[in-house]
């Protein structure tokens, strides 16, 4: 599910034991509302690379206890997403199906 070497859970080396279930759930979650993409080799079906994004418009708590035990694993990263959020986006003002990309 989460790699090793995958940098948030590479910095929070959450004990697979708990974190399994909790990482399933949140990633059939994300699949379910088709924000989660993976690519693989044709020919050998290797995991090639995966992709996670969100709904901003969404709480993610309001999914139910499964994830809210989920998000304290990666309570700094959650905290440096919405510094990020609030800096550089107007979360209020996007509306359901919008993409939002930031140019500089």
């Keep these: 599910m989460f790699l090793a070497d995958e ?9 697979p034991v708990v974190f399994s279930s909790q990482a399933s759930f949140y990633i059939k979650s994300l699949a379910r509302k088709g924000l989660s993409f993976i690519s693989r080799d044709e020919c050998s079906k290797d995991l090639l ?4 994004t969100l709904d901003m418009a969404e709480d993610p708590r309001e999914e139910g206890p499964s994830m809210v035990a989920f998000l304290p694993h990666f309570r700094e990263t959650v905290a440096m997403i919405d ?7 107007n979360i209020a003002s996007l509306s359901p199906g919008q993409c939002c990309t930031y140019f500089r």
């Design 7 to 15: 940098p948030t859970t590479h910095r929070h080396a959450p004990n």
């Design 49 to 52: 690379g995966f992709i996670f």
């Design 83 to 89: 510094e990020l959020e609030n800096f550089y986006l």
